[in-house]
Structures are given as C-alpha cells and as structure tokens.
C-alpha cells in the first residue's frame, strides 16, 4: 500500500511539472476566436461615447469601440466575477444559435492579465471574440460594475445596457429582439 501510495505521489507531481521542472501555466490547447472576425466600420460615425480602443485578447491588435459595426451584442466579464461565470451557459447558447445576426463581443475586465483571461476563455470555450481591459476604462466611461451587456444598434449607438446577470436565452433574445430588433 506505501508503494502504490508513493507511486500516485510522484505521479501527480511529474505530470504538473515540465521538463525544466517549473509549474505549467500555460494556456489549454483551444484557440481563442480572433479579433480579426469582429466587422468594423471604415469610417467614424458611430457613438462618441465608445472611443475606446482595446486590445485584442487574443494578442493580435486591437479594435476601437466606436468602430464595431451593429447591430452588436457585448458582454462585459472578467473571470473572478462569479455572476459572469452564472450567465456564461447563456452567452454559449447565444453564440451557436445566433447565426451571425448579430456581432457577439466580449471584453474582459480588470484581469491580473491577458493571460488569465485567454485561459478562462479556453477553459470555459468562450467561442466569441473578445477584447481586453485591464484598467477598468469600460467600466469608468459607463460608470457602472460587472456582469453588464451592451446593445449596439445598426447606427453604431449604445441603444441599452443590461446591468447584472442575464439569466436566460429567452431573456437575451428578447433583449435583442426589444432593442436591436432581431429575431434570435
């Protein structure tokens, strides 16, 4: 029994290690969805109040607010808010049924780093693009806390914010319905 005991004991410890010996931290194995598939506007013309520009989650660049072509759906979340991790099973359904009607974004808020937020969008297969915004700037422009949704209409303005968790996939899609006027 102290045999098998031992063996559990240095098989748990080599397969969380590398080879160099140092803990693995590194990302699970999916791929986050680019930034490159959100679709932008060429010209300015939307929402003075979303000049903002965020860097890509996925590292690759970044994407002005005010240049997201609506209508356009983003959810604000960060992975150490329990509220946004409640609504996820909502926004998963979203994004298979929406068959691009809509643009799906989210942004990760205040994270220890992009790196957390990348892993907890892997982990949790967060199959939409999302932005990052580790000083808080979404929520100081918009004063308010997280779990909030953005709607943004086909003119590129913020037509409602949805404060708090979205609890279900009837409620999103007849948000969507009510303010973009999309039939999910």
């Known amino acids: 029994m102290k045999y098998l005991t031992l063996l559990f004991a ?3 410890f080599t397969s969380a290690c590398t080879s160099n010996g140092s803990v693995n931290t590194s990302a699970p194995d999916k791929e986050l969805v680019a930034c490159s598939s959100i679709k932008q506007v060429t010209e300015n013309a939307y929402d003075a109040q979303l000049d903002l520009k965020l860097k890509c989650l996925d590292g690759n660049g970044d ?5 997201i072509k609506g209508p356009a759906v983003i959810n604000v979340w960060a992975s150490w808010c329990t509220s946004c991790e409640d609504e996820l099973p909502v926004f998963k359904e979203f994004s298979k049924i929406n068959n691009g009607k809509v643009q799906f974004i989210g942004i990760d808020v205040e994270e220890k780093s992009a790196l957390t937020g990348a892993n907890f969008a892997k982990k949790n297969n967060m199959s939409w693009p999302h932005l990052y915004d580790p000083d808080g700037r979404t929520s100081e422009l918009f004063g308010m806390g997280i779990p909030v949704t953005w709607f943004i209409d086909q003119n590129g303005k913020i037509i ?3 404060i708090g968790t979205v609890k279900t996939i009837t409620e999103l899609q007849g948000l969507v319905a009510q303010h973009l006027g999309v039939k999910i």
């Open 160 to 162: 409602f914010k949805k």
């Open 10 to 12: 240095i098989l748990f």
């Open 63 to 67: 994407v002005k607010l005010s240049m």
